[in-house]
């Protein structure tokens, strides 16, 4: 079946860690994208990615970094920059139509 | 710039009532416009979407949606709620016929059904 995976669904960061986040289709979409979920506050877009080896800083990048040298993956690091990376963090990529397919989610917690 | 704003960041509704969440968009040319549902601790789902065709659109599990151009507005409807549809509920626009190009998403309605 095809599908966006991500891995793992919780994960768990000492102050100070970066983390890496894995995100991988089998969809052959071009556009892949990262976006992070706070309560009340809808899903704000981090990193995007049009195609291999390109990709564009979305409104909230600071403190985070992506790689595209695979068109099916999309790994994003939450660096210790970022200054409050609590969060539940959604990959989505999109095809020639016109709609989002998303993963399940990470959810990621300091401690 | 392209913006959604949702009206009702929680609509509470008895099952077996009329569901209606609110959409209103903003964008300088035609968009294609979204609706998605979250469950808890789970990605989104596609609800129904529209892309210039038909401006009613029906989508999965009795929902549908009308644009409404002249109102600016895309709201969702169900004409009896079931307890199952308690989740959360995003509104999203994209610019029409660029690939490629993220979603805005409004900062979503939470719906609660009681019986």
């Known amino acids: 079946d095809g599908g966006i995976t991500q891995s793992p669904k919780y994960l768990f960061r000492k102050e100070g860690q970066n983390v890496t986040l894995s995100c991988e289709q089998n969809?052959?979409?071009?556009?892949m994208y990262w976006y992070r979920q706070d309560p009340g506050q809808g899903l704000r877009l981090i990193y995007y990615?049009?195609?291999?080896?390109?990709?564009q800083k979305g409104d909230i990048a600071e403190g985070y970094s992506v790689s595209r040298e695979k068109k099916e993956s999309f790994p994003l690091t939450v660096t210790s920059a970022q200054k409050n990376p609590t969060a539940f963090y959604l990959c989505?990529?999109?095809?020639?139509?016109?709609?989002?397919?998303f993963g399940q989610g990470t959810r990621l917690t300091v401690v | 710039a392209q913006s959604v704003t949702q009206l009702g960041s929680h609509v509470s509704v008895s099952e077996g009532a009329l569901v209606l969440l609110r959409c209103n968009y903003s964008?300088?040319?035609?968009?294609?416009l979204f609706w998605y549902v979250q469950y808890p601790n789970q990605g989104l789902q596609l609800l129904l979407k529209?892309?210039?065709?038909?401006?009613l659109v029906k989508g999965i599990n009795g929902f549908e949606a009308e644009f409404k151009k002249s109102e600016t507005s895309f709201h969702l409807t169900k004409p009896s709620a079931h307890m199952s549809d308690a989740a959360e509920y995003f509104c999203?626009?994209?610019?029409?016929?660029?690939?490629?190009?993220?979603?805005?998403f409004g900062k979503g309605t939470t719906l609660s059904v009681s019986s």
């Open positions: 989505a990529s999109y095809g020639r139509n016109t709609e989002a397919f």
């Open positions: 969809l052959n979409h071009d556009a």
């Open positions: 990615s049009q195609i291999v080896n390109d990709f």
């Open positions: 964008s300088s040319v035609p968009p294609y």
């Open positions: 529209y892309t210039s065709a038909a401006t």
């Open positions: 999203a626009v994209r610019r029409a016929n660029q690939a490629g190009t993220a979603l805005i």
